[in-house]
């Protein structure tokens, strides 16, 4: 069973690689370079609330939440706070 270009098998879009970044100067960044540049999700805190239907049953989740968002950047970290 082939595919379209570009779609996987249930044709959803395959993510593909991109371009590159270019500064005025018309010089491409370099992978390693532009990892320096974006910021990276150093903490965050996921809760979990649990529920078990009966003693005898397995738990589930029945809820959670993430939460504390801290990211690092080229000037320091910075904390995030996103609305759900």
């Keep these: 069973m082939s595919s379209p270009e570009g779609f996987g ?19 491409a960044l370099t992978p390693e370079q532009l990892k320096r540049l974006l910021p990276r999700l150093r903490r ?3 809760e979990l609330h649990l529920v078990r239907h009966g ?8 809820r959670f939440e993430f939460s504390e968002f801290v990211v690092t950047t080229p000037r320091g970290e910075a904390s995030l706070k996103v609305k759900w």
């Design 9 to 27: 098998l249930l044709g959803m879009s395959v993510a593909r690689d991109p371009a590159s970044v270019l500064l005025p100067s018309g010089e």
């Design 44 to 46: 965050s805190t996921l």
């Design 55 to 62: 003693r005898l049953a397995s738990f589930a989740i029945d």
